[in-house]
């Protein structure tokens, strides 16, 4: 059973940063290809980083240069750096691994960046 438990979220003024993790079990860590997306009231939820297969990382243009995904294969977990973080940065944040577990979600973590 694939279990996704994000981590690191709070609350930080505009510049601000914060570090998210997600601890991964019940797939093979190596797959190399999880993705960080973020949902609000408001919005569908939306990519913010992928691993490649390749090794590669993907972001959204508006969100290149600021964040950046990595990931521990020997702990099993993925992270997500954000820096310069903006009010509209705010929202739950999950990760996500590819197919075939791409149905797979944890319960996220809340971000709120306000001053």
């Known amino acids: 059973q694939v279990q996704l438990v994000e981590s690191g979220g709070g609350s930080v003024q505009p510049g601000g940063s914060l570090r998210l993790s997600c601890a991964v079990s019940?797939?093979?860590?190596?797959?190399?290809?999880m993705g960080w997306y973020r949902q609000t009231p408001d919005q569908g939820r939306e990519l913010v980083a992928r691993l490649t297969p390749a090794g590669h990382t993907l972001y959204p243009t508006s969100l290149k240069g600021r964040f950046t995904i990595t990931e521990d294969k020997v702990a099993n977990t993925v992270y997500l750096q954000m820096n310069n973080l903006k009010p509209e940065d705010t929202a739950v944040y999950y990760c996500?691994?590819?197919?075939?577990?791409?149905?797979?979600w944890g319960p996220g973590t809340q971000i709120t960046v306000s001053l």
């Open positions: 996500n691994p590819p197919p075939p577990y791409s149905g797979s």
């Open positions: 019940g797939i093979d860590f190596d797959i190399n290809a």
